[in-house]
């Protein structure tokens, strides 16, 4: 069957109701975003492995399963790419490093098992920063891949999910896995012009996924809308026990319940004017633009006295993130002969002399920190920054010690909070800004709310990278 290419951009509902009303099949979206693939991911570098006859024995397997009326849900039938930290028996799973290209798991990762439950599709397995440690979305070995929405500059994608980005920004596939320790899936879903889940940590399993921090590492999906960002968080969360993190949680909020209820009388807290220095002039005025936006939905808007500067957690968190990825990955930073990145080699190698008791206090301060946080926003629903203080640059001027990029996003990961990235704007260049909504541990249904009701007022999330046809 022949298909409008500008399906390829569509959201998951437009292609989940495409495949109820029969006018396509679970192999003809498969044969789509395949064909995307084959003219596009060479130049853009956003998928590391594609095994096509076995996504199209998928894709055949669930339209079987159509056809004889046992239908899993409303994503059966479509593709979905998955961050190559999580593991798919038999499948290469490299963590993004040439040290780990021979290495095949022989177990599947919960999340992958859980999605292929619900019908999905896997259509490939998205390229990533080295062991998941980094923000700019560069990979000194394997290349980086390219941001879809400059063709002349090779601009960053933002990391460390850096594939799952580009690939649905790029329409390889509809919707991504990524992963967030301290802002890896916000930061490619806002330089990319996606939205990107952040779940409270433990909503989502780690079961056979590469660790990076197990305290602060977390699975979500990026996709175009919150609408679709809860369909997949639907089927994705909830407890395992191979992951003893995702059990003993509070019940959690039925995400798709009252998704669309909008956002009147909601009170939402937003930093004084001098914890906003140095954002770019566009994402600024986006912000603004996007706080209006919510207050026209019936939002009030209330500053807040934070404890402290967002980008205060930053040393904290880095140093704690970099002691567990130093005890999970010294096996191999240890071993000279291994081709690992000399950026991702000297980040995580300063967590080696963190002692036991510098460790288990910044353990303690994590929680500190978070009941203080929570306390400034007593009263306020969520709090909403810009989720990056600027847009992608080019990769040449990349400042590999800079931690610019995690200002607004690593404090959220630090204390297990969630949070959602949405589209927000272009700047004065064409390129992507986002506004991040963050609400207290297990409000991931409030979060998706809330940038559902943003998105019904704006269509930042319907402007595509050019170029692309």
């Known amino acids: ?49 594609v095994d096509a006859d076995a996504a199209r024995a998928e894709a055949d397997a669930a339209d079987a399963l159509r056809r004889a ?24 799973g490299t963590g993004g490093s040439l040290a780990l290209k021979d290495r095949r798991p022989a177990q599947t990762a919960t999340v992958v098992k859980r999605l292929r439950a619900a019908g999905m599709v896997l259509i490939g397995r998205a390229h990533m920063v080295e062991f998941a440690c980094g923000g700019w979305g560069t990979n000194q070995y394997l290349g980086t891949p390219r941001n879809p929405w400059d063709r002349e500059v090779h601009r960053v994608p933002g990391g460390s999910s850096s594939g ?90 039925d995400v798709l319940d009252g998704i669309g209820l909008g956002i009147a009388g909601r009170r939402f807290g937003v930093l004084p004017d001098a914890h906003l220095d140095g954002v770019a002039d566009g994402v600024l005025a986006a912000y603004r633009a996007a706080l209006t936006a919510l207050e026209k939905q019936g939002a ?45 080699k000297q980040r995580i190698l300063t967590g080696k002399p963190l002692l036991a008791a510098d460790y288990i206090a910044l353990l303690q301060d994590r929680i500190d920190s978070s009941r203080r946080w929570q306390a400034s926003i007593d009263g306020m629903d969520a709090l909403l920054t810009p989720t990056l203080p600027i847009s992608a640059i080019p990769v040449e001027a990349v400042d590999e010690a800079s931690l610019i990029l995690g200002r607004f996003t690593r404090m959220v990961s630090y204390f297990g909070w ?38 019904s007022a704006t269509d930042w999330h319907r402007q595509t990278a050019p170029g692309w046809g």
Do not use: W
């Not at 046992?70 to 290469?92: F, M, S, T």
């Open 300 to 344: 009030s808007i209330h500053e807040i006295t934070p404890p402290e500067r967002c980008e205060d957690v930053q040393p904290r968190s880095f140093l704690t993130i970099m002691s567990e990825g130093y005890s999970n990955l010294r096996h191999l930073l240890e071993d000279e002969s291994l081709p690992i990145g000399q950026h991702t």
């Open 69 to 92: 009326g046992a239908v899993a849900g409303p994503l059966h039938g479509i593709p979905i790419a998955v961050k190559d930290l999580c593991d798919v028996a038999g499948q290469p």
């Open 418 to 455: 969630c949070a959602l990235s949405v589209p927000a704007g272009l700047d004065g260049a064409g390129l992507p800004v986002s506004l991040q909504i963050v609400c207290r541990p297990h409000g991931d249904a409030l979060a998706l709310r809330i940038g559902q009701a943003f998105q």
């Open 1 to 49: 069957m022949k298909l409008p290419a500008d399906l390829a951009y569509a959201d998951l509902s437009t292609l989940s109701q495409a495949l109820s009303d029969g006018a396509v099949t679970a192999r003809d979206l498969t044969e789509l975003y395949l064909d995307r693939i084959a003219r596009h991911n060479t130049a853009l570098n956003a998928l590391i492995h």
């Open 164 to 253: 799952s980005g580009v690939t649905v920004a790029a329409a390889l596939a509809p919707a991504a896995i990524g992963s967030d320790t301290s802002g890896s899936i916000r930061i490619p879903a806002a330089l990319c012009g996606l939205t990107g889940l952040k779940p409270t940590h433990g909503r989502v399993s780690n079961a056979n996924t590469m660790p990076l921090a197990h305290n602060q590492d977390s699975l979500g999906p990026m996709v175009r809308t919150a609408q679709d960002a809860a369909l997949i968080h639907a089927v994705i969360a909830g407890p395992d026990p191979l992951d003893p993190a995702t059990l003993g949680l509070p019940p959690a909020a």
